[in-house]
C-alpha cells in the first residue's frame, strides 16, 4: 500500500493532473483505489460496461481488439477515460503484460473533480485530443 504522499507524487507525473494544485492531489490520493494485476490478466474486456479511469502506476499493459495491439501504455499513463466520462460498452480491451499496480478513479468522483477544479478538466481533454491525434 503506497503512502498519500507517494500516490501525490505519482498522480502529479501524470499528463491529467500534471497542473493540479498539490493540496487537491492529496485529497485526490487519499480516495483512489489501489489494484493489483497479474501479467496477462484483463482489466478491461471490449464491449463491456465501465465508468472507471485507472492510471497505470507500475508495470504495463496493452490495449488491444482481437485483431492487434493499438497501444502499450506504461507507469503515468491513463485509460479509460472515454469510459469515465461517457459510460457506454468498452472500445478495446486492456491486458497486463507483466505484474502491473493502478490507481482506479470511479466516474462520480471524477465529475466532481472535473466540476469544481478546471485544471483536472483540462488535463482529460488534453490526453483525450492526443489519443486523437495519434490515431
Not at 44 to 63: A, L, T, Y
Amino acid at each position: 500500500m503506497l503512502l498519500t504522499v507517494e500516490k501525490t507524487i505519482i498522480l502529479h507525473e501524470t499528463k491529467i493532473f500534471s497542473e493540479t494544485p498539490e493540496e487537491l492531489l492529496v485529497n485526490i490520493a487519499s480516495i483512489l483505489k489501489e489494484i493489483d494485476i497479474n501479467e496477462g490478466d484483463t482489466i478491461i474486456k471490449e464491449g463491456g460496461m465501465g465508468s472507471s479511469m485507472f492510471i497505470i502506476v507500475e508495470g504495463e499493459v496493452k490495449v488491444h481488439d482481437e485483431e492487434s495491439t493499438i497501444a502499450t501504455l506504461g507507469p503515468g499513463e491513463v485509460f479509460g477515460e472515454l469510459a469515465a466520462l461517457d459510460p457506454e460498452p468498452r472500445m478495446a480491451s486492456v491486458t497486463a503484460l507483466e505484474e502491473t499496480k493502478l490507481f482506479k478513479i470511479e466516474q462520480e468522483i471524477l465529475y466532481e473533480l472535473m466540476a469544481e477544479h478546471i485544471n483536472v478538466a483540462k488535463g482529460i481533454m488534453r490526453v483525450l485530443c492526443q489519443r486523437l491525434r495519434n490515431k
